[in-house]
C-alpha cells in the first residue's frame, strides 16, 4: 500500500515539476535579452556561492566554484550595462520567480560535471606523483 501512494507522489511530483518546466521555458520567451542574463547571472552567482560555502574539502569544486562565480559577475555587470528603460518588460518579476530556480538546479548540476572533469585528472596525477 505504501509503494503504491509512493508511486502516485513520485508520478505527481514529476508532473508538477514538468508543468512548471512549461511554464519557465513559455515565460523566458516573453523577457528580454538582458532580463535572460541577469537571471543566468544571479543563478550562476548563487549556485558558486553554493560551493563555496558547502563544507567541502575539494579543491577542484573551490576553483569550479570560483570561476562560476566570477562568470556569473561578469554575466551580471553586463547585463547592468546593457540595461534601460525599453528593456524592461512586464513578465520580468515574474520571470524571477519561476526562471531562477531552474536556473539555479542547472547550474548547480554544470558546477558538478565540471568539478568532476577537473578533479578526475588532479586525481590522477596524485596517484602518480604520490604513489
Known amino acids: 500500500m505504501d509503494e503504491t501512494i509512493l508511486g502516485s507522489l513520485y508520478s505527481f511530483t514529476t ?11 513559455l515565460l523566458a520567451r516573453l523577457i528580454t535579452p538582458v532580463e535572460r542574463l541577469l537571471i543566468t547571472g544571479a543563478a550562476l552567482v548563487l549556485a558558486g556561492a553554493f560551493f563555496l560555502f558547502k563544507p567541502t574539502q575539494e579543491p577542484a569544486f573551490t576553483l569550479v566554484a570560483m570561476v562560476t562565480v566570477a562568470a556569473g559577475l561578469w554575466l551580471g555587470s553586463r547585463a547592468v550595462r546593457g540595461w534601460s528603460r525599453r ?38 596525477v596524485m596517484r602518480v606523483v604520490v604513489g
Open 15 to 25: 508532473f508538477a515539476l514538468l508543468a512548471l518546466l512549461l511554464v519557465a521555458l
Open 87 to 124: 528593456s524592461f518588460s512586464i513578465a520580468g518579476p515574474f520571470a524571477l520567480v519561476f526562471l531562477l530556480p531552474p536556473a539555479f538546479l542547472g547550474a548547480v548540476l554544470m558546477i558538478g560535471l565540471a568539478a568532476v572533469v577537473v578533479d578526475s585528472p588532479m586525481r590522477l
